[in-house]
């Protein structure tokens, strides 16, 4: 195998065998291939990269499916519309898949989130790998749209929460999120007002995740607080979704 000298012809002529390349330079096909068969097969990996591979593989993934949903969702199309007139345009890049600490996010409530909005850089984390399915990813990317159309619109101060409050009880109203099918696979069985009752949990576990939120009992008193006013703000939709 490392007689092969007619190949990769742009790699540095220093090292004939198709090593680890200590140039800097891209790793060669050869090199390429032999890692996939290695992880692969598991044989010549530590556990580590093997869960590298897996984690790039869903970043891949969800890159992927966050690309089909900006062109044909209507939900998200819709959301974008409204923020580019608003005067938010949000390239691409701005919503992204990373790596995120997923046993935290496994071991925390069953409501946890798959991704988060970070205003300073006006930007989506999508978890790679935390998505049961596309339609999970969507509403996933729609709360955090209606978050940044908050943003946007209205100049959210997310230390004050009852604005917090606010864009947590519109995000998860008119994302999806709270579908009733979701909150089956949650583990939550309760018929009555599902809806509401999903919105407002939810909003309460964000908020109490908020650092200048002291306890649980303030977030439920400050979601309770705004609750009638930011209920039924349903901008941009003229209804819930
Ligand atoms: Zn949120």
Same mark, same amino acid.
């Given at each position: 195998?490392?007689?092969?000298?007619?190949?990769?012809?742009?790699? @540095?002529?220093?090292?004939?065998?198709?090593?680890?390349?200590?140039?800097? @330079?891209?790793?060669?096909?050869?090199?390429?291939?032999?890692?996939?068969?290695?992880?692969?097969?598991?044989?010549?990996?530590?556990?580590?990269?093997?869960?590298?591979?897996?984690?790039?593989?869903?970043?891949?993934?969800?890159?992927?499916?966050?690309?089909?949903?900006?062109?044909?969702?209507?939900?998200?199309?819709?959301?974008?519309?409204?923020?580019?007139? @608003?005067?938010?345009?949000?390239?691409?890049?701005?919503?992204?898949?990373?790596?995120?600490?997923?046993?935290?996010?496994?071991?925390?409530?069953?409501?946890?989130?798959?991704?988060?909005?970070?205003?300073?850089?006006?930007?989506?984390?999508?978890?790679?790998?935390?998505?049961?399915?596309?339609?999970?990813?969507?509403?996933?990317?729609?709360?955090?749209?209606?978050?940044?159309?908050?943003?946007?619109?209205?100049?959210?101060?997310?230390?004050?929460?009852?604005?917090?409050?606010?864009?947590?009880?519109?995000?998860?109203?008119?994302?999806?999120?709270?579908?009733?099918?979701?909150?089956?696979?949650?583990?939550?069985? @309760?018929?009555?007002?599902?809806?509401?009752?999903?919105?407002?949990?939810?909003?309460?576990?964000?908020?109490?995740?908020?650092?200048?939120?002291?306890?649980?009992?303030?977030?439920?008193?400050?979601?309770?607080?705004?609750?009638?006013?930011?209920?039924?703000?349903?901008?941009?939709?003229?209804?819930?979704?």
């Amino acid at each position: 195998m490392s007689n092969d000298s007619s190949a990769s012809p742009s790699s @540095s002529s220093s090292s004939p065998a198709p090593s680890n390349s200590d140039s800097g @330079s891209t790793p060669s096909a050869f090199e390429r291939w032999r890692r996939k068969v290695m992880l692969v097969t598991g044989l010549g990996v530590t556990h580590e990269e093997r869960m590298q591979d897996l984690q790039q593989l869903q970043i891949r993934r969800c890159e992927q499916t966050k690309k089909e949903l900006m062109d044909t969702s209507p939900l998200v199309i819709f959301l974008l519309r409204h923020l580019r007139l @608003s005067g938010c345009q949000v390239p691409e890049s701005n919503i992204y898949c990373g790596a995120c600490d997923t046993q935290a996010l496994l071991r925390g409530h069953p409501g946890a989130h798959a991704g988060g909005y970070i205003p300073e850089i006006q930007s989506i984390k999508l978890c790679g790998g935390m998505f049961f399915s596309k339609q999970h990813q969507e509403s996933t990317i729609a709360h955090e749209l209606i978050h940044m159309y908050d943003q946007c619109k209205f100049k959210v101060d997310w230390s004050n929460l009852r604005h917090h409050a606010c864009s947590e009880i519109r995000a998860n109203n008119l994302s999806g999120d709270c579908r009733y099918t979701r909150e089956l696979r949650r583990g939550f069985f @309760s018929f009555s007002k599902q809806h509401q009752v999903c919105v407002r949990r939810r909003a309460i576990e964000s908020v109490s995740n908020n650092p200048v939120c002291p306890d649980r009992a303030t977030a439920e008193r400050v979601v309770n607080e705004v609750w009638d006013s930011c209920f039924s703000d349903t901008r941009p939709f003229d209804e819930v979704y």
